[in-house]
């Protein structure tokens, strides 16, 4: 819809997928048939989702103006391998919690050369994509790969920001008794507000039936926790980044790895004890479940795309036939307003989308 939204206003785009498992392929194939290029499928290997971004990137006699980014991937791969192609870009719009802190990260190092939109924190953002949604979407993804029963079950979920909060409200509803780790004082005194038992994951680690990483952080479930599980412990993450689970130092000799069903896998210790792991660590609501379909009308159905835009003339936007502003996205808009923007209303800093938009 976003894509087609900005299509509709002028915009050139091209697209490519943020996680390797999210991409709908008929989605993809409609939006090429359409003519969108497009580089996504659903399943890519790492080396296919770099490859996917550079043939985003890189093509002759093409030179974008705007990027509309969700993890910070594109951003930190033109970085890398084409930072010339800044000089015209005007901004970057950013809409995922990491992305942002990647962001605020070459801001604070001197390294960020055009504005950028934090679009993840703006209101409708935040409490509908994720709250609201993964509120739900924790249920869908569980039930769907594990068939399992919430009743009684000892859930640990690792983060109470609004990702963490919607998983412990849902697990909570259900009958789940749910523990909280949580470094950030606020959002532990909410969490213990309410109702919720703040722990530290290695006092639980033994008896918990289900770990839930909701962070954004890295290593935050490490390889000393995952031996210390106990048998038939279901292990997943609801945070964009998928080094939350030290997946990587799963993949060792003496484990074995067995394929249950698609996104579902038993990794075997040699003493018999396993763990199910969800989606290879990835985020489980985007490769195991579906998004509610009002949800990403409010958030503009990007939470699992990319796009590489090239908006028209201003003058082009506002004779566009697409209603606006009541069905644009707070990505659009913060696209538009970017693009538009008089000379110095933005510095080479990360803002946060207008409370008016």
Not at 72 to 98: A, C, Q, R
Request: hydrophobic fraction near 40%; include cysteine.
């Amino acid at each position: 819809v976003l894509m087609e939204t900005l299509g509709a206003l002028g915009a050139q785009c091209r697209w490519a997928a943020c996680n390797i498992y999210s991409t709908l392929n008929e989605v993809a194939a409609a939006l090429a048939e359409s003519g969108f290029p497009v580089f996504a499928w659903k399943g890519e290997s790492e080396d296919d989702f770099w490859w996917c971004i550079d043939r985003c990137v890189n093509v002759e006699g093409w030179q974008p103006n705007m990027i509309l980014d969700d993890g910070g991937d594109l951003t930190h791969w033109i970085y890398k391998k084409y930072p010339n192609m800044f000089k015209k870009i005007k901004g970057i719009v950013e809409e995922s919690v990491t992305g942002v802190h990647r962001l605020y990260q070459l801001s604070k190092a001197g390294k960020l050369c055009v504005p950028a939109m934090n679009v993840n924190d703006s209101v409708t953002k935040q409490k509908f994509d994720n709250l609201y949604c993964c509120r739900e979407s924790i249920l869908d993804g569980l039930k769907r790969t594990t068939d399992m029963m919430f009743g009684g079950k000892q859930v640990v979920v690792c983060g109470y920001g609004e990702v963490g909060k919607g998983c412990c409200a849902a697990l909570k509803a259900m009958g789940s008794i749910v523990y909280v780790t949580e470094i950030d004082p606020i959002c532990a005194l909410q969490a213990c507000m309410d109702g919720f038992r703040l722990v530290k994951l290695n006092e639980v680690i033994r008896q918990v039936d289900i770990i839930i990483t909701c962070t954004g952080n890295k290593n935050v479930v490490t390889r000393e926790h995952l031996d210390r599980m106990k048998n038939s412990c279901i292990v997943c993450n609801m945070g964009h980044s998928n080094t939350e689970i030290d997946v990587a130092s799963l993949r060792t000799p003496e484990l074995t790895w067995e394929r249950v069903r698609s996104q579902v896998d038993h990794v075997i210790w040699p003493d018999g004890k396993r763990i199910v792991l969800l989606a290879e660590g990835r985020l489980l609501n985007l490769s195991c479940s579906t998004v509610p379909t009002f949800v990403l009308s409010i958030t503009a159905t990007t939470q699992a795309s990319r796009v590489w835009a090239k908006p028209g003339a201003a003058s082009r936007s506002q004779q566009a036939t697409v209603p606006y502003p009541s069905v644009f996205s707070p990505q659009a808009l913060a696209l538009i307003e970017l693009y538009n923007a008089p000379e110095g209303r933005y510095k080479q800093d990360v803002y946060l989308l207008p409370k008016k938009m």
